[in-house]
């Protein structure tokens, strides 16, 4: 089976799983598992989302193979911490980008978040940040009126290959075209 082929499946499942009642902790580590079976490594893996909440303002997985998935909930307070407001998420999502990508490892590496030297110090080599943007009217006023989905993708394979392998498959493709 080739790539493409390989990551349908992947999506065929993840869109059966996620239009069910899963418990979303789960279903991304079962998601991260599955992509490192089908050839792309993946070895850490963060996702994070707004909420409509009186105390918190977003929920983040994230995942390592060691660790598994671990939920995470930002308070309302956090919004001008400099962990958010100098990562790579806030830069995403304040500059309406649909990706971001960072070499963390050779003669071209881009290291310009706090987030990313902690990375590259344990080893990983390339880095993918992916957002899916959506409007709901009671977020107009988080991150400039826009709001969804973002997840990133990290590496520690020789070259990058995790980001690499991704951008070239078709949901890669999907990502690029917005």
């Known amino acids: 089976m080739t790539h493409t082929v390989l990551i349908a499946e992947?999506?065929?499942?993840?869109?059966?799983?996620?239009?069910?009642?899963?418990?979303?902790?789960?279903?991304?580590?079962?998601?991260?598992?599955?992509?490192?079976?089908i050839g792309l490594?993946?070895?850490?893996?963060?996702?994070?989302?707004?909420?409509?909440?009186p105390l918190f303002r977003a929920e983040h997985l994230r995942w390592t193979e060691a660790e598994g998935a671990t939920l995470f909930q930002s308070e309302h307070a956090t919004a001008d911490n400099p962990s958010w407001t100098?990562?790579?998420?806030?830069?995403?999502?304040?500059?309406?980008?649909?990706?971001?990508?960072?070499?963390?490892a050779g003669p071209q590496a881009i290291v310009d978040f706090p987030v990313l030297h902690e990375l590259q110090e344990a080893g990983f080599t390339d880095y993918l940040l992916t957002s899916s943007s959506f409007s709901i009217a009671e977020f107009q006023t988080f991150g400039n009126g826009r709001t969804g989905v973002m997840a990133?993708?990290?590496?520690?394979?020789?070259?990058?290959?995790?980001?690499?392998?991704f951008w070239r498959s078709r949901a890669g493709r999907r990502f690029r075209s917005g």
């Open 41 to 53: 490594p993946v070895d850490r893996a963060a996702l994070t989302w707004p909420t409509l909440h």
């Open 10 to 37: 992947v999506e065929r499942w993840l869109l059966k799983e996620a239009l069910g009642d899963p418990d979303i902790s789960q279903l991304f580590a079962v998601l991260c598992e599955r992509l490192n079976a």
């Open 86 to 104: 100098n990562s790579p998420f806030n830069y995403v999502l304040e500059h309406d980008l649909f990706h971001l990508r960072r070499l963390l």
């Open 152 to 165: 990133s993708w990290a590496t520690k394979r020789e070259h990058g290959s995790t980001c690499r392998s």
